[in-house]
Nanobody, 128 residues
Framework: QVQLVESGGGLVQAGGSLKLSCAAS????????MGWFRQAPGKEREFVSG????????YYAASVKGRFTISRDNAKNTVYLQMNSLKPEDTAVYYC?????????????????????WGQGTQVTVSS
């Protein structure tokens, strides 16, 4: 089992940047593929980005591709989401998620129901 704690959210002006972090408990972080999701008010939770357990493969939603970068440091049990060129439509609660996976190193899950563990979320607000 793993526990996830997000940090780094806040209020930023359009065009600005934020870097989210997600710290995971436990000693088997490298066994988990990781993802970021977000949920805006009145909307369904949606996939933002994912990274394979080795960190060698990443995937992005079309809405954030080219602006957001996901990365991980397995030595620090942490996954990051660097968000640049933020837009008001990026405003949401951002959630970190983990999927226990011992298969292909390249696998990046993108569906919400593939993930086993979730953080509590961190609010990101982008003002216009």
């Amino acid at each position: 089992q793993v526990q996830l704690v997000e940090s780094g959210g806040g209020l930023v002006q359009a065009g600005g940047s934020l870097k989210l972090s997600c710290a995971a408990s436990g000693r088997t972080f490298s066994s988990y593929a990781m993802g970021w999701f977000r949920q805006a008010p009145g909307k369904e939770r949606e996939f933002v980005s994912g990274i394979s357990r080795s960190g060698g493969n990443t995937y992005y939603a079309a809405s954030v591709k080219g602006r957001f970068t996901i990365s991980r440091d397995n030595a620090k049990n942490t996954v990051y989401l660097q968000m640049n060129s933020l837009k008001p439509e990026d405003t949401a609660v951002y959630y970190c998620a983990a999927k226990k996976w011992v298969g292909l190193l390249t696998y990046v899950p993108t569906a919400e129901n593939e993930y086993n563990y979730w953080g509590q979320g961190t609010q990101v607000t982008v003002s216009s």
